[in-house]
């Protein structure tokens, strides 16, 4: 399967994936309290960190390895379920003291059952690993829709109905986890054997084995350590500095705009676009093509849903959330703008895995977790919530930049070639963002409405910018772009005509 079919399956089942995590997120913010998701979020950041120091990146190994055997997966098994028990006893013993560090009461219960999600995660490593070898991107994406709509969605909002409380909803990510495990095993078990899937066990027995699971266990584990910190340490920042209730705020902020972003995004970057520049890590000149595209291409996509959320925040909140969220909505603003550079970063880190360049991963990523560190500290105590999201706006900038930089080197592609791919996408959504503001300020003095708001705005600049497109291909979408674009619209079935006048006047070489 080609990059750009299993990238657009993705985003299908990644779309199904959002409509399922924004439902949840609805329901769950009117049955439970700022504080609630703030313990929550405090515990779950803790534990994302630790996941990723019990999984030892015996996943990436797994996938970037040009052939493993049946040997490599059971020690990876093995290896992982030892890590995770560790992990997870640690976490335990430690909850009563981070309880009264972070003067969190009901911290040490919540972490207790959170941390049941750290044995979980490690233990989908090497089935996931495994179906993505197989090419199973559909399998591996859709145990995230049937995590969140049985597991997250399904147990969390029925036990909060029955029992509101914080636990409800660290029951309800550990209902996740394991729906997501029990199903990428149920689809693996399904799959035909293919007998060049294992190769024999290489010169050298387990010692080797264990070589080629542990090339990425020092920088791999520390690289993924920083840049989870770099998503999750400022939930434990705000928490300490401003307590549960301040945090619960930041946190649904977060996630509402995180969840569009890493929905659409992180599941293309991880599962695709790595695998498939670890495929071709021989190639120079095809690496850098299919970088500069994936740079483009992230841009186009993540950039106008930055600058939807900061527009359209002020209504995006009472929407999704109730009344009682407005301190939500400067946090959902800054966060919209600072995800929507994470793209940057994301692919830097799938360019240096699939080229084994993890020591420049890490210096990158540990030098923007002592500045984002220090920056949401400082933003915190002088500017409170408020101040903290300005940091992360600021860090998330310079990350991009750091990131941007870095894809150059590890590629060796001028830079001139890497910036210019961003050239049209920011064009696009400028072009976008005048459109939505303009619509959105109109729509607020006349009606006021903020369903009415979101809808017709949103309509009316994706479809102003689309005839842009249409009228001024060569300005607004790049080569590639525009030869899908007419390719697409040559298939229209009751539009032949249409379709080919305007396929014609996109790319005209397509016609010969």
């Known amino acids: 399967m080609s990059i750009l079919k299993s990238s657009l399956l993705v985003s299908a089942t990644s ?3 959002l409509v399922v995590r924004l439902l949840s997120l609805v329901v769950l913010a009117r049955l439970l309290l700022p504080e609630h998701f703030g313990v929550v979020a405090m515990a779950f950041a803790l534990q994302s960190m630790i996941a990723i120091i019990a999984q030892l990146d015996f996943r990436d190994a797994l996938i970037q390895s040009r052939s493993i055997s049946r040997a490599h997966v059971s020690w990876a098994w093995r290896g992982l379920t030892v890590t995770g028990l560790g992990c997870y006893a640690g976490l335990v013993l430690a909850g009563p003291w ?7 009461p009901g911290f040490a219960q919540v972490l207790m059952v959170i941390a049941l999600c750290l044995i979980l995660q490690v233990l989908q490593a090497p089935v996931e690993a495994l179906l993505i070898r197989r090419r199973q991107i559909r399998a591996v994406a859709m145990a995230s829709v049937w995590g969140y709509a049985l597991g997250f969605a399904g147990l969390g909002i029925a036990l909060a109905l029955a029992a509101p409380g914080a636990m409800a909803l660290a029951w309800g990510y550990v209902g996740l986890e394991s729906v997501r495990l029990a199903h990428m095993l149920l689809a693996y078990r399904r799959l035909p054997p293919r007998p060049d899937e294992f190769s024999a066990v290489p010169v050298g027995g387990t010692r080797a084995v264990l070589r080629d699971l ?3 266990a020092v920088f791999g584990t520390l690289n993924r350590l920083f840049s989870g910190a770099n998503k999750k340490i400022d939930n434990l920042i705000v928490g300490s500095v401003l307590g549960a209730n301040a945090l619960g705020f930041y946190s649904r902020a977060y996630a509402l705009a995180a969840t569009p972003m890493d929905t659409m995004l992180g599941m293309t970057i991880r599962s695709v676009v790595f695998p498939a520049l670890a495929e071709i890590q021989d190639d120079a000149a095809r690496f850098k093509s299919v970088v500069a595209l994936a740079n483009a291409l992230a841009a186009s996509l993540i950039m106008p849903l930055g600058v939807t959320i900061f527009v359209l925040a002020p209504e995006i909140v009472p929407v ?3 009344q009682g969220w407005d301190e939500a909505i400067f946090p959902l603003q800054c966060l919209g703008l600072a995800l929507g550079l994470r793209f940057g970063p994301r692919l ?3 360019v240096g895995r699939a080229l084994g360049q993890q020591r420049q991963l890490f210096f990158m990523n540990a030098a923007m977790t002592v500045v984002l560190v220090g920056a949401v500290w400082i933003g915190a105590s002088l500017g409170g919530l408020n101040g903290a999201s300005l940091a992360i706006l600021g860090t998330a900038s310079v990350h991009w930049f750091a990131a941007s930089m870095l894809s150059v080197r590890l590629t060796q592609m001028p830079m001139s070639r890497f910036f210019a791919a961003l050239g049209r996408p920011a064009m696009l959504s400028l072009a976008y963002f005048a459109l939505l503001f303009a619509i959105a300020q109109i729509l607020r003095g006349e009606f006021d409405i903020a369903f009415l708001t979101i809808i017709c705005s949103g309509v009316g600049a994706v479809s102003v910018v689309g005839i842009f497109c249409l009228l001024l291909p060569n300005v607004f979408l790049g080569q590639w772009e ?3 674009l007419a390719k697409a619209l040559l298939r229209l079935p009751r539009f032949r005509r249409v379709g080919k ?3 014609d006047r996109i790319t005209p070489e397509i016609q010969k």
């Open 501 to 503: 006048w305007l396929a």
């Open 214 to 216: 542990s090339r990425f």
């Open 320 to 322: 999704m959330f109730g």
């Open 348 to 350: 830097a880190v799938a």
């Open 98 to 104: 981070l309880e009264v560090l972070f003067g969190m």
């Open 482 to 484: 525009r030869h899908k």
């Open 15 to 17: 779309a199904l994936n």
